[in-house]
C-alpha cells in the first residue's frame, strides 16, 4: 500500500460542522504537510508542520503529528461550503528529496 | 518574490498528438518535480531534477514521457504520443535545498 493514506476517502458534511481527515504513513519523515486542491485546479498549501512538532494551527485548521504512530490529522472547523475540495496529505523525507503524497479525502460541505 | 509558473493552465488535444508543459521554478531554486494527478487518483511522483540533472525519474510512466531541464532554468515534459489516460493535472514544484517544495497552479490536459 501506498506511503501517506487518508481516511476517509469521502466525507460529507454540512455547512458549520468539523471535518476530520487522517493520514498514515510509514517511513520516518523530516516535515508533513496539507494540501487542498479545488477540482481539476492546482496544489494549494495549507500547512507543514515539522517532525519534532506534535500540533499546529493555522486559522480554521488544526494538524497533529504523531510519529510514534506515523500518523496525522487534518481538522478544520465551522466548515464552509468553499472548503469542499481533495485534501492530500505529504510527507518529505531528507534521504527520498521528494515528497509523497496519500491518496487524498475528498470533502463535500453542503450549504 | 514570483511563485512557480506553468503553462498552459488548460491544454486539450487529441490522442496522438503531442504535447509540451512548461514550467518555471522560483529563482535560485535548485530542485524541480513534475508530479501529476490523473483520472481523480492520487497524485504521483514523475521526477526530481537537481539543477539541469535527473536525479530520480522513477515515476514517469513510461517512453512517451520526456523531461528536460536545460540550463537548469525551466523545464518541459512532452508527452508523445498522447494517451486518453495521460488526461489528468500535471504540477510542478521548486525547492531548494531540504526546504518545503512550493507547487504551480498545475497543467490540465485534456486528451480526447
Known amino acids: 500500500s501506498q506511503q501517506g493514506e487518508e481516511d476517509p476517502q469521502a466525507l460529507s458534511i454540512q455547512e458549520g460542522e468539523n471535518a476530520t481527515m487522517n493520514c498514515s504513513y510509514k517511513?520516518?519523515?523530516?516535515?508533513l504537510q496539507w494540501y487542498r486542491q479545488n477540482s481539476g485546479r492546482g496544489l494549494v498549501h495549507l500547512i507543514l508542520i515539522r517532525s519534532n512538532e506534535r500540533e499546529k494551527h493555522s486559522g480554521r485548521l488544526r494538524v497533529t503529528l504523531d510519529t510514534s504512530k506515523k500518523s496525522s490529522s487534518l481538522l478544520i472547523t465551522a466548515s464552509r461550503a468553499a472548503d469542499t475540495a481533495s485534501y492530500f496529505c505529504?510527507?518529505?523525507?531528507?534521504?527520498?528529496?521528494?515528497?509523497?503524497f496519500g491518496d487524498g479525502t475528498t470533502l463535500t460541505v453542503k450549504p | 518574490e514570483a511563485g512557480v509558473t506553468q503553462f498552459p493552465s488548460h491544454s486539450v488535444i487529441e490522442k496522438g498528438q503531442t504535447v509540451t508543459l512548461r514550467c518555471d521554478p522560483i529563482?535560485?531554486?535548485?530542485?524541480l518535480y513534475w508530479y501529476r494527478r490523473v483520472m481523480g487518483k492520487e497524485i504521483k511522483f514523475l521526477l526530481h531534477?537537481?539543477?539541469?540533472?535527473?536525479?530520480?525519474e522513477s515515476g514517469m510512466p513510461n517512453n512517451r514521457f520526456l523531461a528536460e531541464r536545460t540550463g537548469g532554468t525551466y523545464s518541459t515534459l512532452k508527452v508523445q504520443p498522447a494517451e486518453l489516460e495521460d488526461s489528468g493535472v500535471y504540477f510542478c514544484?521548486?525547492?531548494?535545498?531540504?526546504?518545503?517544495?512550493?507547487f504551480g497552479p498545475g497543467t490540465r490536459l485534456t486528451v480526447t
Open positions: 531534477f537537481v539543477k539541469e540533472s535527473k536525479q530520480d
Open positions: 514544484a521548486s525547492s531548494q535545498g531540504t526546504g518545503r517544495p512550493y
Open positions: 505529504a510527507t518529505y523525507n531528507t534521504n527520498a528529496g521528494k515528497s509523497t
Open positions: 517511513t520516518s519523515i523530516n516535515n
Open positions: 529563482s535560485g531554486h535548485d530542485n
